[in-house]
């Protein structure tokens, strides 16, 4: 079993930064990759970015650099910085962490940019 928890969402002015953090049940590196998406109300999912087990990270184009996924092994957790935040980036922020097509999410943090 596999337990994802999110944290550090928030309300944020446009141009502002939020750092939000992904806590796993278990070695992050059990995983082949982890990552962050998003949903924003009547969209769809959409990743967001993602690392892979070799470190390799893959971002979406809307975010490109603005948002840096990172992790750390010895506190299991899957971070997303992001900066120059813009109101389109509001969403719930989703944790993932995938084990070949098996999937898990964490319930979800909330992300408000809005002056």
């Known amino acids: 079993q596999v337990q994802l928890v999110e944290s550090g969402g928030g309300l944020v002015q446009p141009g502002g930064s939020l750092r939000l953090s992904c806590a796993a049940s278990?070695?992050?590196?059990?995983?082949?990759?982890m990552g962050w998406y998003r949903q924003a109300p009547g969209k769809q999912r959409e990743l967001v970015a993602t690392?892979?087990?070799?470190?390799?990270?893959n971002y979406a184009d809307s975010v490109k650099d603005r948002f840096t996924i990172s992790r750390d092994g010895a506190t299991r957790t899957v971070d997303l910085q992001m900066n120059s935040l813009q109101p389109e980036d509001t969403a719930m922020y989703y944790c993932?962490?995938?084990?070949?097509?098996?999937?898990?999410w964490g319930p979800g943090t909330q992300v408000t940019v809005s002056s």
């Open positions: 993932n962490a995938r084990i070949l097509r098996n999937n898990w």
């Open positions: 278990r070695n992050i590196f059990e995983f082949n990759d």
């Open positions: 690392i892979n087990v070799g470190g390799v990270t």
